[in-house]
């Protein structure tokens, strides 16, 4: 028996002017899952993870997180997930413990609850002994780690990562990926990144876009499909690319 959905996209539209930069793209997370997205730069990946964190609506289709229509229950959907952007959104002049606190607001984390979450999303993120540190004082990785904190402040059974690692030493993305494994233990997460190898490492089925449309969806295995990753993924984009020339 599978386990239950928590995410389900379906055929997602989105135009930018007159370009169509995500075409007709489906695909479900389920509980416990890392779903890898990928694809090369400006293949729609950005575009499809603000679709799917409610930032942006789509200009057909929907997205239902834990069976809330973004579109029609939107305070209940994404009261359900957390969303870390390429950027982090954080205020650099704020305190550690300043900045979760203000998310756990926004994300209407109750009084009572506030202490217990702070604390646990501290630990998760390796920050306890870091909460009095002014965020612009931290180094990236650090920083990268905040805001995974403040995604996760509230709990959310789904966790969206846009480029996590994008601009770490490789110290610092060891440990985010392993971070990324642990929230897979505890929520589902969809993990956009151009890195096959964090793919490999970290993901339990991937989607693969090529100028916005899904070329991919399955497991890593099938993506092998008794080769490496990286071929699976080379062959996938030049078939692509050869049937529309």
């Not at 007159?18 to 990946?45: I, Q, T, W, Y």
């Not at 952007?85 to 205020?91: G, K, T």
């Not at 490789?170 to 642990?182: K, V």
């Not at 497991?219 to 993924?233: A, H, P, T, Y």
């Amino acid at each position: 028996m599978s386990a239950p959905t928590t995410l389900s996209a379906k055929n997602l539209v989105r135009f930018h002017g007159n370009h169509r930069v995500v075409d007709a793209v489906s695909f479900e997370l389920h509980r416990g899952e890392v779903l890898g997205l990928l694809g090369h730069n400006g293949a729609g990946k950005s575009t499809t993870l603000m679709m799917l964190s409610g930032a942006l609506q789509p200009n057909s289709g929907s997205v239902e997180v834990c069976d809330f229509d973004l579109g029609k229950r939107p305070d209940l959907g994404k009261a359900c997930l957390g969303f870390l952007p390429e950027h982090p959104p954080l205020y650099r002049d704020m305190r550690v413990d300043d900045q979760l606190r203000f998310a756990a607001r926004l994300h209407k984390v109750a009084k009572a609850q506030l202490l217990d979450y702070l604390e646990l999303s501290k630990r998760r993120c390796g920050l306890l002994d870091h909460g009095h540190r002014l965020i612009g004082e931290l180094s990236k990785g650090f920083q990268q780690r905040v805001g995974i904190a403040q995604a996760i402040i509230h709990q959310p059974a789904v966790v969206i990562l846009d480029e996590p690692t994008v601009g770490l030493d490789p110290s610092q993305i060891r440990d985010i990926r392993e971070l990324i494994r642990e929230l897979g233990d505890n929520s589902s997460v969809i993990l956009s990144t151009h890195l096959l190898h964090e793919v490999e490492q970290l993901c339990d089925r991937a989607v693969i876009l090529r100028e916005g449309r899904c070329i991919f969806y399955g497991s890593l295995d099938e993506l092998r499909e008794q080769s490496d990753i990286e071929s699976g993924f080379m062959r996938l984009n030049a078939k692509t690319e050869g049937a529309q020339a």
